[in-house]
């Protein structure tokens, strides 16, 4: 173990922001360099686009070899078993950043990339997930087969979930700060030295990439990035745990709990609705944040504003469990009574969006109705995002449809004064028609 933290520990931590920053100013500044034409054009092009200029999607790899070139330098520091679990995250790194480059790796790839370092970090480490912190459920983490399936899922859900949470600018990378300074702490209570020091040349080369990111996003975090981070994060806690018979895995969990949370209940959700589990829609929390941000503030705020603002206001939710992590480092039963509380209020709050939201848009039958008036053609599919949006004289009834099987999607919206918008089979996704609706209230 490295000597705690001195004077010669700062510099460590200007090598990791500097190279994080210095990148992350190359890639925003030089995009030509790192996107193709076609996408180019069509990331410009998008109606979604709230940027005037290409943008990477590869601010997470400035975040990664931040943190590589710095562990290679001082690779003294750091003790065998956290090395090898950090060589481990080459190969979903390599398959998210094919996918940010090329866009052309399956969710199930991605994944299959997750589980596959997960897999080579338990061989290279021979770390398993020791244990909860609570007797009757460690019993069971105690026989090899459980150690192993939960120590895959913890790692590669971990990738997962940080990737699916990737939905505002500043949340990823702001959450990610905030678990790895949790971690820095746990383990300077702990005496692992070396995992503080990795913690803490996380935390500045993921700042490094945040000031570009939040508010503006002149960068976005990618793939890359995202699993590579959630592979580093959830191995930190898992060596932590290997090392301290005194620690209690749930208490790591709720460090990670809120891309594990909304991914959980994603993957919940998709199958109550018999859809997909791996096709993104726009229902994760902070897509239900900013929508009613929308709705409680109109036109008060510019439209590009309500992505950094919902990531402002989802951080001390997301802070939460994370202090509970840590106040319950030692104790199992705390960490799961935190457990319990935290789900709640994330399923309850959720619920009660969810109500909001639905008493806000149309009945089926109303949509129908205004489809078969606005198009003389019954929809054969409604997107879920289809509702009444805003309150008195500002509500606008809106339906995002298809006419035809395989087409585009169409725009039928109406609002209280009675003018109709109709825009037929113009938008590739559901998506992509809803981010041009917003941005036509916001040029109103």
């Known amino acids: 173990m490295i000597d705690p933290i001195d004077a010669g520990y700062v510099f460590p931590l200007l090598v990791s922001f500097g190279v994080s920053f210095g990148l992350c100013c190359l890639f925003a500044l030089a995009p030509s360099l790192f996107l193709n034409q076609e996408h180019m054009h069509n990331d410009l092009n998008a109606r979604q686009a709230e940027h005037k200029r290409p943008t990477p999607r590869i601010g997470g790899v400035a975040v990664v070899l931040g943190v590589a070139v710095t562990s290679a330098i001082y690779w003294q520091r750091i003790e065998s078993d956290l090395i090898w679990a950090l060589a481990a995250t080459a190969i979903v790194f390599a398959v998210g950043l094919r996918e940010d480059l090329h866009r052309d790796m399956s969710p199930k790839v991605r994944l299959l990339a997750a589980f596959a370092s997960a897999s080579l970090a338990m061989l290279l480490t021979g770390a398993l997930l020791p244990r909860l ?13 459980v150690g192993v399936l939960l120590t895959l899922l ?12 990737d939905g505002l600018n500043g949340l990823a990378s702001g959450y990610s700060m905030m678990a790895s300074v949790a971690f820095f702490v746990i383990a300077g209570m702990t005496g692992d030295y070396d995992i503080q020091f990795v913690s803490g040349v996380l935390t500045l080369a993921l700042l490094g990439f945040f000031v570009l990111n939040w508010p503006h996003g002149y960068l976005f975090l990618g793939d890359a990035g995202a699993y590579a981070i959630g592979h580093i994060l959830s191995w930190l806690g898992i060596i932590l745990l290997v090392r301290n ?3 209690a895995g749930l208490a790591v969990l709720l460090v990670l709990f809120w891309p594990v949370a909304d991914t959980a209940f994603a993957i919940w959700r998709r199958r109550l609705l018999d859809k997909e589990t791996d096709q993104p829609d726009r229902l994760h929390f902070h897509h239900l944040v900013v929508r009613a941000l929308r709705i409680f503030f109109g036109k008060k705020l510019k439209s590009e504003l309500y992505n950094p603002f919902g990531t402002l206001v989802l951080f001390p939710f997301v802070a939460a469990p994370i202090i509970a992590g840590v106040i319950s480092w030692q104790n199992g039963l705390l960490a799961l009574f935190f457990l319990f509380l935290f789900g709640t209020l994330f399923i309850g709050s959720y619920v009660v969006s969810m109500n909001f939201f639905r008493n806000r848009r149309f009945s089926q039958k109303e949509a129908a109705k205004l489809a078969i008036r606005q198009t003389e053609a019954r929809p054969i599919e409604v997107s879920s995002l289809s509702g009444v949006y805003g309150e008195g004289l500002q509500s606008t009834n809106l339906q995002i449809f298809k006419r035809s099987e395989g087409g585009n999607w169409s725009i039928a919206s109406k609002d209280q004064q009675g003018d109709e918008i109709t825009i037929f089979d113009k938008f590739t996704t559901d998506h992509e028609a809803w981010d041009y609706f917003n941005a036509s209230l916001a040029k109103d």
């Not at 912190?133 to 087969?145: E, K, M, W, Y």
């Not at 913890?154 to 949470?165: D, T, V």
């Open 245 to 247: 018979p005194e620690g």
């Open 133 to 145: 912190g609570v007797p009757f459920l460690d019993s069971a983490v105690a026989l090899t087969f």
């Open 154 to 165: 913890w790692s590669a859900g971990a990738c997962h979930a940080l990737n699916l949470i």
